[in-house]
């Protein structure tokens, strides 16, 4: 199953780019929809250029920014919540009211308040992805399995060990898929939080490229950021979680949704 | 006092405390609740000698679980008290639990769960955990976790982390209840040949009549708030299920535990 996964998405990527080259090239649409060569070899330039060092850590040092932020207010919430009626009750619906507030309205306010600053992106991406952190921290708490502590009392376990090896094991799959999920929603939301204010980072050349009509332009800085978006997703995340939780035979945990 | 030292990981090699005794004074519960007070048991007075397997029975809401919570430290009773006594006398006794449902941890394997209960023995190493694996029949999956086994293996890892604190008294609520019945049989089996290589006493909760009388030396009928029933059991070991005696014995405590029905 997961290895069909990975065939049929290369398969539809090379059906993708076929159809988009006869597109492109037999109906001279290049102007308007480029072509997989143009980006190609504009891709090409730009990596071997190395101007996209700086946009790339620009947007990476905000990307981490905002994450650190998701993560401190996500788990903090969600461990409160999880734990305490009252706080259960005051935050469960602004938590709703938070997994449904529109991207670009926390980019926009985000923007007017902060200015051109790396705050911007932060203070946006942590607007937008700490509610989903909080909601799966928050069921994490909740279902802790109660038979587990019961069965650590009785054999003596100390409160302590009790809680490193039964409560924060059960939450981590939760916190961690909340944690990716997060990830990926930090990325969208500081580059479009760049496109609106920034005069740097991914997201502003996306925009730059726009300004210049370039299509080609747009779409190089695009593919640009899916393939770092993999890298992290598939190279590192990915690799983290199969150690992490060998003990689960699979892991299949939904990976950015729309933000 | 266990040893470690042996190289060999064989059930032989385990060398066991010896059984406690437990004693029930005037023991009683009642719970209080929005409708009143609710009294389950009272006044019980009970002795069971070291090594003995006893098997307490009752319908259900008897009170068995409430008695066993009791005696296992995890309820307090609201009169008398329980005390355990080693054969040398003195009253600090390891008590080991097997629950209906294994608990344990999934995200360690079998071995991390026995060591998990181990955190005040400063000499535990994994070859002790591995040695009550071996005891129940787990030689080959000392590494797996719990969702590789299956539900009478796992099962089984809750009976060897029992086991491995050497408890002078294991106490067991419907350890089986959960399992089919064929893969009940063979851990009951286990179970006996396991606790006559060990010197343990066996408190065990059932509300199955054959069970009970496969697995036990004494059988206590708990009914109406108090024991009403308490038998020896006098068949031989190993037991046969389709036996003559077994059939005899087992009318004669079916007959007793439907006595209290009005
Ligand atoms: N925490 C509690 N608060 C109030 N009443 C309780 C509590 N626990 C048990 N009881 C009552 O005590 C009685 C005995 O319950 P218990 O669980 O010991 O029965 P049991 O013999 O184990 O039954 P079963 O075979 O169904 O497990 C029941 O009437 C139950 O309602
Ligand atoms: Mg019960």
Redesign the interface.
């Known amino acids: 199953m997961y290895t069909n996964g990975k065939v049929i998405f290369l398969e539809s990527t090379v059906a993708l780019l076929v159809f988009w080259a006869l597109l492109a090239h037999g109906l001279a649409l290049t102007d308007t929809i480029s072509s997989p060569t143009l980006v190609f070899a504009s891709l090409v330039e730009l990596l071997l250029s190395g101007d996209w060092v700086v946009h790339m850590a620009d947007t990476m040092r905000r990307v981490i920014y905002g994450f650190v932020l998701t993560t401190i207010i996500g788990t903090v919430l969600g461990v409160v919540m999880g734990m305490s009626d009252f706080w259960e009750n005051a935050l469960q619906d602004y938590i709703t009211i938070g997994l449904a507030l529109p991207s670009l309205f926390a980019a926009i306010f985000a923007a007017m308040w902060f200015g051109l600053s790396d705050v911007t992106p932060m203070v946006a991406a942590a607007a937008i992805a700490f509610p989903f952190l909080t909601q799966n921290v928050y069921e994490g708490v909740k279902n802790v399995n109660y038979?587990?502590m019961?069965?650590?009392?009785?054999?003596?376990?100390?409160r302590n060990?009790a809680i490193r090896?039964?409560i924060f094991?059960?939450v981590?799959p939760e916190w961690f898929a909340g944690a990716r999920y997060s990830f990926a929603i930090c990325w969208k939301i500081t580059t479009l939080a760049e496109l609106v204010a920034a005069s740097s980072g991914i997201g502003y050349m996306i925009e730059f490229q726009m300004h210049k009509l370039s299509i080609t332009g747009v779409l190089t800085w695009t593919v640009l950021f899916t393939m770092v978006i993999l890298f992290v997703e598939y190279g590192i995340l990915q690799q983290i979680e199969k150690r992490v939780?060998?003990?689960?035979?699979s892991t299949e945990i939904g990976i950015m949704g729309g933000a | 006092m266990s040893t470690k030292q042996s190289e060999s990981v064989s059930a032989e090699s385990i060398d066991s405390q010896s059984a406690a005794s437990i004693h029930l004074e005037n023991l009683g519960k009642t719970f209080d609740t929005k409708e009143g007070t609710e009294e389950v048991f009272s006044g019980i007075d009970l002795d069971i000698e070291p090594g003995t397997f006893v098997c307490l029975l009752g319908k259900s809401g008897s009170g068995k679980s409430t008695m066993l919570n009791i005696v296992s430290n995890v309820l307090e009773p609201t009169e008398g008290r329980v005390v355990f006594r080693n054969r040398d006398g003195s009253e600090d006794v390891n008590l080991g639990h097997v629950f209906q449902s294994p608990r344990l941890l999934p995200w360690n394997t079998c071995v991390q769960n026995i060591e998990y209960v181990h955190e005040n023995n400063p000499d535990y190493e994994d070859s002790h955990a591995k040695r009550y694996l071996d005891l129940v029949g787990l030689k080959n999956h000392y590494n797996k976790y719990p969702t590789q086994l299956s539900g009478g293996q796992q099962q089984r890892v809750g009976i060897a982390r029992a086991l491995s604190i050497d408890p002078g008294v294991l106490l067991m609520d419907e350890p089986f209840s959960n399992l089919d019945e064929i893969t009940a049989e063979g851990l009951r089996e286990e179970l006996v040949r396991v606790w006559q290589k060990l010197d343990k006493t066996v408190f065990f909760v059932t509300h199955d009549m054959t069970e009970a009388i496969q697995l036990s030396d004494r059988i206590l009928m708990l009914g109406k708030g108090r024991i009403y029933g308490d038998l020896e059991n006098p068949l031989d070991r190993p037991r046969e299920l389709d036996s003559n005696e077994f059939l005899e014995f087992r009318q004669k405590a079916i007959r007793l535990f439907h006595s209290i029905e009005d």
Request: proline share 0%.
């Open positions: 038979e587990l019961e069965m650590s009392s009785a054999f003596d376990v100390s060990r090896r039964v094991q059960s981590l939780f060998a003990w689960r035979q």
